[in-house]
């Protein structure tokens, strides 16, 4: 199985960067994709798509989300963080069926 | 607008089974494959099942395997979960999500969730 290992939260201030990471424990990365994708998720509500392939930003997502990242080191980042951005972020692989990382949550300082 | 909506959930026993329902509109059912993905209570996302665009492939986490079964009706738009012994560590939000035209993907969208309980 493909571990995924995401830190538990992450506090920053309004207008700054937020830079989150997801490291596998085996290479996502297959003829040239790398099979790493992130979701928002808000209280109550269904996660919501964000970035998948790692750095492709879905339909409808803000340039402000981006992603990079290949092999087993990927990060999210979102610049600048606005108030709305409070959630909790997952990355999910699907290199070898499907894992989710056990989310990150971004508060405000 | 893609919409895909749950039913079927509830509280039930453990041992017991449950069939979950997923009607999709707004998109070409049939080309795409589609997935169970469940969270539990205050926990991360799991998840539970992908199933090919004809039915003839499906895909399971050991976690389910034996135990749940997913399946597709293309005439009818929808997606179905039977969900067999089930156990309390099953109790969770059910959500319904559309991967891509190719297997394994990304969920691209979800649905709101359908709530289930496994408790005597």
């Known amino acids: 199985d493909i571990v995924l290992t995401q830190s538990p939260a992450l506090a920053v201030s309004l207008g700054q960067r937020a830079t989150i990471s997801c490291k596998t424990n085996?290479?996502?990365?297959?003829?040239?994709?790398?099979?790493m994708h992130w979701y928002q998720q808000k209280p109550g509500q269904q996660p919501k798509l964000l970035i998948y392939l790692a750095s492709n930003l879905a339909s409808g997502i803000p340039a402000r989300f981006s992603g990079r990242g290949s092999g087993t080191d990927f990060t999210l980042t979102i610049d600048p963080v606005e108030a709305d951005d409070t959630a909790t972020y997952y990355c999910q692989q699907s290199r070898n069926l499907h894992t989710f990382g056990a989310g990150t949550k971004l508060e405000l300082k | 607008e893609v919409q895909l909506v749950e039913s079927g959930g509830g509280l039930v026993q453990p041992g017991r089974s449950l069939k979950l329902s997923c009607a999709a509109s707004?998109?070409?059912?049939?080309?795409?494959?589609m997935a169970w993905v469940r969270q539990a209570p205050k926990k991360g996302l799991e998840w539970v099942a992908t199933i090919s665009t004809s039915g003839s492939r499906t895909y399971y986490p050991d976690s389910v395997k034996g135990r749940f079964t997913i399946s597709r009706d293309n005439a009818k738009s929808s997606l179905y979960l039977q969900m067999n012994s089930l156990k309390s560590e099953d109790t969770a939000t059910y959500y319904c999500a559309r991967e891509t035209t190719r297997p394994l993907d990304w969920f691209a969208y979800w649905g709101q969730g359908t709530l289930v309980t496994v408790s005597s």
């Open positions: 085996q290479n996502v990365d297959y003829y040239g994709n790398s099979y």
């Open positions: 707004g998109f070409t059912f049939s080309n795409y494959y």
